[in-house]
């Protein structure tokens, strides 16, 4: 089933509906399993014997997804997201090394320390980017349930 939305400023654009069931979760040996009904399968095809991830969403959420070559995978974007975090705050303390170096030895003088700390801010600026790209990827890949 598709819909149609139409805005002024955007245009119309076509909108799939989805295909949501609420389903009861079985016991089967000592797993638990939960069957897909036929108007998931229809929007996502697939078979008995294919390979899926799953991936745990707290506190409400569980994220299926058919396995392909390269598979998205949450836990490495939250790996990047602490790696680009921690070298964001790695620039702060380069920036706070450089102050006290200039204000104990001043080994450099006022423009350089000046250049050198916007230079590093403009650098932070770039990794801020990236990790706002990040989250924003996380969140797509979590189905906007974050």
Do not use: W
């Not at 569980?62 to 396995?67: A, D, F, H, K, V």
């Not at 230079?119 to 706002?132: F, L, P, Y």
């Amino acid at each position: 089933m598709h819909f149609s939305c139409c805005d002024l400023n955007l245009g119309c654009v076509k909108i799939s509906s989805v295909a949501r069931d609420i389903l009861k979760v079985r016991k089967v040996g000592g797993t638990l399993v939960v069957t897909l009904t036929q108007a998931v399968l229809e929007q996502i095809p697939l078979e008995e014997g294919d390979r899926v991830l799953i991936e745990a969403l707290p506190p409400r959420r569980i994220l299926i997804s058919r396995e392909e070559i390269s598979m998205p995978s949450t836990r490495r974007i939250e790996l990047e997201l602490q790696v680009l975090k921690a070298r964001s705050a790695s620039f702060d303390s380069q920036i706070a090394a450089a102050v006290a170096e200039y204000n104990t030895h001043s080994a450099i003088d006022g423009d350089e320390l000046e250049c050198f700390v916007r230079n590093m801010r403009g650098e932070q600026g770039k990794v801020d980017v990236t990790i706002a790209e990040k989250e924003l990827e996380l969140f797509e890949l979590q189905g906007a349930s974050a």
